[in-house]
């Protein structure tokens, strides 16, 4: 038993492969757009930037909880030798900032 087609057949084929090749060839189109290209450009960046500013968060969250630990005794109590120093650092630090600015100004 042969497989002969007949030209209804074979015309409805080609329509058919005519109509996915046009959805293919636009579908090319769309993507090799310059705004498509630079859209997907600037998606990748900013989850790269949403990522990377996520870790930095998780980071630096971290280490405030374990300054936090080391600034405490175990049943809650700050320790004196260790919240001093850090205070005067902190105090200073924002003395020399203070004095740089009005240089600045000056």
């Known amino acids: 038993m042969s497989d002969a087609r007949t030209p209804a057949q074979i015309e409805a084929d080609i329509i058919r492969r005519r109509a ?8 090319i189109g769309v993507r ?8 997907d450009a600037k998606a990748r ?6 990522e990377t ?9 971290r280490v405030v909880t374990d ?5 405490r005794h175990e ?6 030798e260790r919240v001093v120093p850090v205070a005067l650092l902190a105090v200073g630090v924002v003395g020399l900032l203070a004095v740089s600015v009005r240089r600045r100004r000056a």
């Open 45 to 50: 960046v900013a989850s790269s930037v949403d």
């Open 67 to 71: 300054i936090k630990a080391g600034l």
């Open 32 to 39: 090799m757009h310059p705004q498509t290209i630079i859209g």
């Open 20 to 27: 996915a090749l046009a959805e293919t060839l636009d579908e």
């Open 75 to 80: 049943d809650g109590q700050p320790r004196l």
């Open 53 to 61: 500013v996520g870790r930095a968060f998780v980071a630096v969250n």
